[in-house]
Structure formats: C-alpha cells, structure tokens
C-alpha cells in the first residue's frame, strides 16, 4: 500500500463523509483539544522553548545538508557493533528484507513496536502475503489493528475511537487471535488496559523476532532510539532474539550529543509530557544481553526525491511528534482517514506529495487540504514552515497541469482574474459589471444582512460552493475607485 | 511621509466602506492618503491556489502602483502578508531581477492597518466612539504570518463606549482561506460553524475583526443561521464618532450600498 490508503477518493470527498460523522467529529474534538491543552501548558513552562526549537531544527538540517556522509558514517557504527545494515530504496524492497530474515528464523509472527516507517511501506499486510503474523503491541495500534481499522493519527492512531468502541472491539475481536478479553470487561481505561496487556503478554514471550522502527539513529555511536510510552517497545526490543528496525533515511542525527534538544522537544509537543516515559537506546549487539542478531533496513522510499526539493526538504526535519495534527483546525473535524495516507494531518498533506510527487488525484488534493491558517508553523518543534510548503506543493500541482490539452476550469479562471487584475482599467470594467449585478441582486434579494445589505442566498452553478451554507453580500453600486475619482476623494463632501 | 491606500480587490469591489473609513479615520489623524489608481490586487488568490506564473504581472502592477511611497496601507492582514512574505517568492519565479528589486522596495514599506497606526502613528486611542457590544475574531494572518499580536485590541480597548467581550476559542481559524473556501467547501462550512456558533455564544452584537473575506465567511454564516449578529472591519469602528453614530444611526456596513 505504500502510504496510501487503497482506493481513497480525494480529499474534499473523504473530508464531506468524514463530516458526516457526529461521533468522530466529538471524538476528534474532545482528543485534539485534551492534547493541544495540555501540550500548550508543558511548552510554556520552558522559557528558552524557541531556542530550543531553533536547537532542533539546527540537528536535523545539519544531519539533512550532509545525508550521505552521515549514512555512511551510521552504517559504519552499526557494523562495527554487530549489526547487519540493509538498503531499500522502497517499500517493496524493504518488506521483502524483513520477510527473509523472519523466514530463515522460522517465524510465523513478529511482535511489532510502533512505527511509522512499517506502516508507510505496509509491512504488516506484505508479512501476512508471506504467512506470517504481525502483532501490533502499542493500545492503540492494537485497537486500530483488531477492529480492522485504519490508523488516523500518527501518535495516537485510535483516536477516532471512544472507550465504548474499543471494549466492543476488545471483547469480539480478541479470542480470535490470541487470549480473550474477560467477561467483565468495563469501558474503564484502567480496565482496557489490562485486558490488552494480558492478551500481549502471550505474544511478547512467545515471539522470537521483533520489528520496530527508529525515532533517531545516531551516526557516530550506532545507536538507535526508540521513544514510547507503554513499555511495550521495551519489551519488543528486548525479548526477541532477533530485532528488525526499519529506519527512514532522514532518521539520522551526527552525534550522541544531538539528541538533547531533541528528547526535550519531542515529548512535551507530541504527549504533552515533560519527559517521555520509556525511551531505550541499542547499539547494535550486547552479547548475552537483547536480541543477538540485529538488523537495520535504512529506507528511502521518495526521501531523497523530498531531499532534492528546495522548499520541501525542511518536511524531513520531522520528527512525527503530531502537534501539527493535534492543533489543525482542518484535522480536528475530519480526522486522518480523509487524507488517505498514514501520514496524515498538515505533515501529511505535504509530505505525502513530496515523497510520492502530485500525479495521483488523491495526492494531488492534499495540499488544498488547508485553509493556510498557520497554526501547525507556530507549534512545529523542529519549525517546519508547513504552509509555505503547502503553497509551493500547490504550485507543483498548478504546474504538473500547465501542458494539459484542455485545461481546468480553474486554470482558465485564474488566468483571466489574473488578466483582470494585471490593468487597473480592466478591473474598473469587471467592477462595473458586478455593480450592475449587485443593483439586479439588491431589487430581486429576499436576503438582507444583519445591517441592513441586500445579499443572496442559495445561487446555483458555481455559486452553490459558497452559497449552499453562507448567504453572500450584494456587490455594492459603486466601488470604491469610483467613489474616490468622483468625489476626489471624499473631499467633495460626500462623507459614504 | 507619502502614505498610499491599497484598498484591496475585495474592498474596492465589496466592500467600500471599509476603504472609506481608512481614509476618514487617517485624515482624522492628520494623515494625507493617497489612492493611486493603478492598484488592483495583491496577488494572494493566485498564490495561495498555487497559481504563480499568473500571479507575476498582478505582483507587477503592485509594485508600479506603489512605487516611491513610504508606506503603503492595507486594511487587510492578509494581503499585508502576501506582498511581505510572498511578493519575494512570485518576483524569484519570475526571473526578472528588477521585479525582485521592486519588490524588495514595497515589501517592507506594506503595513496593516493596525500596524501602521500603533506602530507608525503611535496612537492607540484614535477618538472613536462606538456604543455597542463587540467581540473580535483576530484572523490568521494578521495573528500569524504578521504577527500583530495586541494591536487591534489595544485600539478597541481605547474606543468610548464601546463594550469588548471575549471570543470563545479566538485564535482558531474561521475556515475562510481564499480558495479553500470552495475546494474543501464542506470543511470551511464546518469550521465557519463553530466560528459562528462562539460568536452567537458572546452575545455580541457585532462581530469585528481586520478582514473583509474572513468577515464575509462568518457573516455570511450567521446571516444564513439568522443569527441577528452583524459583521465589521475594524476599520469602520475606528472611523465611526460621536457625529457619524448620530448621523447615521450607527454606521451600517453597506448598509445603503446596494440597490439604493
Ligand atoms: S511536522 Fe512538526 S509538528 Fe508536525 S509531526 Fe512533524 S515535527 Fe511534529
């Protein structure tokens, strides 16, 4: 699947569907106001939070501005430390390397830490091509994993569910694959919680092959981390004898010391959490201690067509924390499905494109999925200028478009605004014109806004966009640049 | 100091008023505006919908229209945004180093309207008058890409009789966004929504902020919700005195502008 969603319709389809749906849009609401809340309370307590940002995003567009030689280095370290590095330049290639080691392990299942990178590259359904089972381990992967969901957040991929849905989903879906939830299971969380720790404790101990993902690799040391909440990631990267990590390109820091500004930012703006409960760091193998074969797949899969991306390259400073999801006001009322990918959210809308390009429909339309408010730019800890991106993957849209033999409506409708507005004399006429409608509009309107202008309601053609919710003013008789030339001014007296 | 008005292509063809109070007000306040002609948009709808070779001769006529002026006005915080932040982006694409060089002039010079008079005039007290219940919307752009921070409040706060009360929520965006507005109309309209519904939840009876095209979004939902909450630019309160609330009842946005 490779990211996306199969057979996602675009944007502004999914978006009116997801609308429609009362209990995710209370959902969404109540989560991504907890999150944001209390987030914003952590960040405030650190006086030097913009320094630190500036730290952060400092780390990753040094590591970014010299992604070859850090490689290199990583690979060196983490050989010298017994591991085996792998490369894949997509998602195919990377679930074939995974497969084969699971392969000539035996294993019909993996346990699995939270990962972006395994579920961009759709590795539990190419395991499961292959014969083998990969459990989910994270509350809420597992929620998304047994009710046969869809991820829609990065952090927190169930967060279109309620406490009431995820015993439902508990209590049918848990016997078949693995210890049942009890009879008495409560919507308590406490309660969930038990009931999915028991049921993964089975796997954990019976596993003998892991695979996780990475949030950094260090190049000098060789060392991988992994950020988590549960302890389940802990225990997938500790039990099993055999670790798989599949770690993006654009994971790598240069050095040890580098992960302080970013273990300071990541938990306070992803869980709102001054520290983060479990992070665990491995570098390579510790013989008689861990998994005693490791391996790590770095993975390109359209980074490094992202990296050639002057404007978009900043994306891959990301560091998957999802305040950008949690505080969009676009995100909040449709939540992640609409955007079809599992990146979704302002990172998703363009970092999808960016590593993809725009010539699908689906991917095409994300970066419209925002109305440019700004938001995401103002709680980005590495200060990834999302709505600049946006705007400039816009732009590669519009151009991807510019040899169509017949072109879009839109096109042909910016062109002549553009026509328009390129000769003052010209907009005088387009204005004259609207007046004229406005006068039409003013002696037929049923509509008056609240201050007494004539407006209209409900237009049909390509005025039901806007019409069909919002009433729209009357163009007004005369402009502005009429009334200055005939009054010269207002100082001729005429005050309106 | 030569000040210019862009008024704007909403304003100019929308929302007039709005262009008259800006100069009322700044005469008021012993400034000398001017309106060159020659002016027509920012440039911002083509930009923002990704449309950027199109966007180069608007960006030219800008930057005629406003050449040699020391500063340029506009009642709009997020067209101020677009020729500081974007005009350099347009100007880069188009090749032409004279367009980036003229561009690099007018940029800097563009102030909105509440920048230009805290900042500039260093008023914040303008001698209005407006006796009537308001809460303000700060919009994205003036909050964000410009940063205007207390700006407009701190002129609200300074307008006799006025009674200020606090959105619910303010700083989340109303779901305008240029073309966002249709190509995810649905979105908008349920963004606008909640906009809408915590404006109705102040009890206000006028709805304030800094942009025309934010205001006609959300007063074009509360219209339609019959909601009985007028929407104004907060230059029209600005402007509005003692005499023109006697003269006019209250200064009605547009109130006679169409069909009269
Ligand atoms: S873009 Fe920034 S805010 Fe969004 S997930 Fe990535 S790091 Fe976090």
Redesign the pocket.
């Known amino acids: 699947m490779s990211g996306t969603f199969v057979g996602m319709p675009a944007f502004p389809t999914a978006a009116r569907e997801a609308l429609a749906d009362t209990q995710l849009r209370r959902n969404l609401a109540h989560a991504t106001h907890t999150i944001r809340d209390k987030r914003a309370r952590v960040v405030a307590e650190v006086e030097d939070w913009e320094d630190l940002r500036l730290a952060g995003a400092g780390v990753k567009e040094a590591a970014l501005r010299d992604l070859a030689t850090h490689l290199e280095t990583l690979e060196a370290s983490l050989v010298r430390a017994g591991a085996t590095v792998h490369w894949a330049r997509d998602a195919e290639e990377a679930c074939a390397i995974v497969a084969d080691v699971a392969r000539r392990h035996g294993a019909d299942e993996v346990v699995k830490v939270k990962s972006m990178a395994t579920q961009e590259i759709g590795l539990n359904e190419a395991l499961e091509a292959e014969g083998i089972a990969a459990w989910e381990t994270d509350l809420a992967e597992l929620i998304v994993q047994l009710g046969d969901d869809l991820p829609s957040h ?1 952090l927190v991929p169930a967060i279109h569910r309620n406490r009431a849905e995820i015993r439902e989903i508990f209590r049918r879906r848990m016997a078949d694959v693995g210890r049942a939830a009890p009879d008495d299971l409560s919507d308590e969380p406490g309660v969930l919680a038990g009931a999915a720790r028991e049921h993964l404790r089975e796997k954990f101990l019976r596993a003998k092959v892991a695979v996780s993902g990475a949030n950094f690799a260090v190049a000098d040391t060789g060392t991988l981390v992994v950020v988590e909440s549960e302890g389940n990631g802990r225990m997938c990267l500790t039990l099993p004898e055999v670790l798989v990590s599949v770690v993006g390109i654009e994971k790598v820091v240069a050095t040890w010391s580098d992960l302080d500004p970013m273990l300071r930012l990541l938990p306070r ?2 869980t709102g959490e001054r520290m983060n409960p479990y992070t665990s760091t491995w570098t390579g193998v510790t013989p008689g201690d861990g998994p005693q074969e490791v391996h790590v797949v770095l993975l390109d899969n359209g980074r490094t067509r992202a990296l050639a991306d002057e404007v978009g390259r900043q ?1 891959l ?9 949690n505080v969009c006001p676009v995100y909040e009322r449709v939540g992640g499905h609409a955007y079809g990918s599992v990146y979704p ?3 998703g809308a ?2 999808n494109p960016l590593l993809r390009g725009v010539s699908d429909e689906q991917t095409a339309s994300l970066p419209y999925a925002s109305s440019l408010c700004g938001a ?1 730019f103002e ?6 200028d ?1 709505p600049s991106v946006l705007v400039d993957q816009r732009a590669a849209v519009v151009d991807s478009h510019r040899g169509d033999r017949v072109p879009k409506a839109e096109a042909a409708a910016m062109k002549a605004a553009a026509w328009t507005f390129a000769d003052a004399r010209r907009l005088r006429w387009a204005e004259r014109a609207s007046g004229l409608a406005g006068r039409v509009l003013g002696r037929f309107s049923r509509t008056t806004l609240p201050g007494g202008r004539a407006a209209a309601g409900r237009l049909p053609g390509p005025g039901a966009g806007w019409t069909g919710a919002r009433d729209l003013p009357a163009p007004p008789a005369e402009s502005f640049r009429e009334w200055w030339d005939r009054t010269d001014g207002g100082q001729d007296g005429d005050r309106r | 100091m030569k000040v210019a008005l862009q008024v704007t292509c909403v304003n100019d063809a929308m929302f007039p008023d709005t262009g008259k109070a800006v100069v009322r007000l700044l005469r008021r306040l012993g400034v000398d505006v001017d309106f060159p002609g020659a002016q027509t948009c920012c440039g911002q709808p083509m930009v923002n919908t990704g449309y950027l070779d199109e966007a180069v001769p608007v960006v030219r006529t800008f930057v005629d229209a406003f050449a040699g002026y020391d500063a340029i006005v506009t009642p709009s915080g997020s067209c101020a945004g677009s020729a500081r932040h974007q005009h350099s982006i347009v100007a880069e694409r188009s090749g032409d180093p004279a367009l980036v060089a003229a561009v690099a002039e007018t940029a800097p010079r563009t102030y909105e309207l509440t920048e230009f008079l805290v900042d500039v005039l260093g008023v914040t007290d303008v001698g209005a008058y407006f006796p009537h219940r308001v809460t303000y919307h700060p919009t994205c752009h003036s909050l964000r890409m410009l940063g205007v921070g207390d700006r407009p409040r701190r002129l609200l706060e300074a307008v006799r009789g006025i009674e200020l009360v606090e959105l619910p929520q303010a700083t989340e965006c109303c779901g305008f966004g240029g073309t966002f507005a249709l190509k995810n109309a649905d979105t908008s309209v349920a963004m606008g929504a909640d906009k809408a519904r915590h404006v109705r939840d102040t009890g206000a009876e006028v709805l304030v902020a800094g942009d025309n095209s934010c205001l006609m979004h959300i007063g074009g939902m509360l219209s339609r919700q019959r909601a009985g909450v007028r929407v104004m630019h907060l230059a029209e309160i600005l402007a509005a005195t003692e005499v023109s609330e006697g003269e006019t009842g209250g200064p009605a946005v547009g109130a006679r502008a169409a069909g009269a």
């Open positions: 990065i703006s992803s994306a400073r990301c560091i998957r924390c999802s305040a950008c999801l959210g302002p990172i363009i970092l995401c709680v980005c800890p590495v200060r990834i999302i």
